[in-house]
């Protein structure tokens, strides 16, 4: 073999190994610079979902308060009717009486207030 041949050998030799040395390290690179990328978005997703959690524990908290203060309404309602439907039960027997133990004045009182509702509600003259 001629000189020149094996130097031209040992020169390609070389630089495959320089070109293999350097992919190496841009392959390690790469791993190192994935695997960190990998941990921050991991830490990143655990992040979100801790306060996803946390928001969907305040939200569900909060619903629960409506619905204890909706039946709370719903129920103190019920009352305030039942208290009305009471009193109007109560006028409504009272009315009764009255009419059944002073009938004449019952109708004057119903004339009169018959008479005054058409002065107030008629035709403006």
Request: hydrophobic share 35%; proline share 2%; charged share 35%.
């Given at each position: 073999?001629?000189?020149?041949?094996?130097n031209?050998?040992?020169?390609?030799?070389?630089?495959?190994?320089?070109?293999?040395?350097?992919?190496?390290?841009?392959?390690?690179?790469?791993?190192?610079?994935?695997?960190?990328?990998?941990?921050?978005?991991?830490?990143?997703?655990?992040?979100?979902?801790?306060?996803?959690?946390?928001?969907?524990?305040?939200?569900?908290?909060?619903?629960?308060?409506?619905?204890?203060?909706?039946?709370?309404?719903?129920?103190?309602?019920?009352?305030?009717?039942?208290?009305?439907?009471?009193?109007?039960?109560?006028?409504?027997?009272?009315?009764?009486?009255?009419v059944?133990?002073?009938?004449?004045?019952?109708?004057?009182i119903?004339?009169?207030?018959?008479?005054?509702?058409?002065?107030?509600?008629g035709?403006?003259?």
């Amino acid at each position: 073999m001629s000189p020149d041949i094996s130097n031209e050998q040992t020169r390609n030799a070389g630089t495959h190994e320089r070109i293999e040395r350097t992919a190496t390290r841009f392959k390690e690179g790469t791993s190192n610079a994935v695997s960190g990328a990998k941990e921050k978005f991991e830490a990143a997703a655990d992040h979100v979902e801790s306060g996803l959690h946390r928001a969907t524990d305040a939200s569900a908290r909060g619903a629960e308060r409506a619905a204890e203060k909706a039946g709370e309404w719903r129920d103190r309602g019920a009352e305030l009717a039942s208290s009305a439907r009471e009193r109007a039960d109560d006028a409504m027997d009272n009315v009764r009486d009255f009419v059944r133990e002073k009938p004449v004045q019952s109708v004057a009182i119903a004339l009169a207030a018959g008479w005054l509702l058409g002065r107030l509600l008629g035709p403006r003259r």
